[in-house]
């Protein structure tokens, strides 16, 4: 059974500051995926990651996976209040002929003046 | 229409009562989804569309909940015999499937609520 882990769960930052949020997946996947919700909304897709070694950035945001280490970053750079709210990172379950995303339980990004 | 939509966006209803839930998916999206979300938590899957595919079934937390997928396009999730722990925001998603990117697209949620 697959099982996503986000670690840490709860974040606060300064503004300015630097983070990552990592997350973890326990079988094989080649697929990995990051969403970002705001109180009260739905998720909204930040990055598609594909292959080992894929890295996307918008902004300031930007992410990276690593399929053998089964892991993937997502670094923040120089947080501004625009950034707070959850996010969470998917995983899709390769050994499925079509793919079901297994959610982790998501990292509450709170960025402070 | 250019995203996924679902209705009713907020149901409250009494302990007992059958509610049904729908999601009009992104049109060519072949891939369905239906994730639960309780307050303050994560996604907990539910069930899975894709295409003419039998579903995957695998999450429904009981046989209480079903959901089905007419015409390859609009699902409804139905709840029978509504318990208070089955109030949470009900939160459909749509994909062109893992032929594509395999990305989700959400709608908005059906807030429920059980008293």
């Known amino acids: 059974e697959l099982k996503v882990e986000q670690n840490p769960l709860f974040l606060s930052m300064q503004e300015g500051k630097n983070y990552t949020i990592y997350c973890n997946y326990s079988?094989?996947?080649?697929?990995l995926y990051w969403y970002r919700q705001d109180p009260g909304k739905s998720l909204e897709s930040l990055f598609v990651l594909l292959s080992n070694g894929a890295v996307k950035q918008e902004g300031r945001l930007m992410a990276s996976l690593d399929t053998k280490a089964r892991l993937s970053t997502l670094h923040i750079t120089a947080a501004v209040h625009d950034l707070s709210a959850t996010y969470f990172c998917a995983v899709d379950e390769a050994w499925r002929s079509q793919g079901n995303l297994i959610f982790g339980k998501g990292t509450k990004l709170s960025v402070k003046p | 229409g250019a995203g996924v939509s679902q209705s009713p966006s907020n149901k409250v209803t009494e302990k007992g009562k059958d509610v049904e839930l729908r999601c009009d998916p992104i049109?060519?999206?072949?891939?369905l989804y239906w994730y639960r979300q309780s307050l303050g938590q994560g996604l907990e899957f539910l069930i899975y569309f894709q295409g003419n595919s039998a579903p995957d079934k695998s999450g429904l937390p009981s046989d209480r909940f079903s959901a089905e997928r007419t015409g390859g396009s609009v699902s409804t999730l139905t709840i029978q015999r509504t318990q208070q722990e089955d109030s949470a925001v009900y939160l459909c998603?749509?994909?062109?499937?893992?032929?594509?990117?395999?990305?989700?697209?959400f709608g908005e949620g059906s807030r429920l609520t059980v008293l």
């Open positions: 049109s060519g999206h072949t891939a």
């Open positions: 079988t094989t996947s080649d697929r």
């Open positions: 998603a749509s994909s062109k499937g893992r032929v594509d990117t395999g990305e989700l697209f």
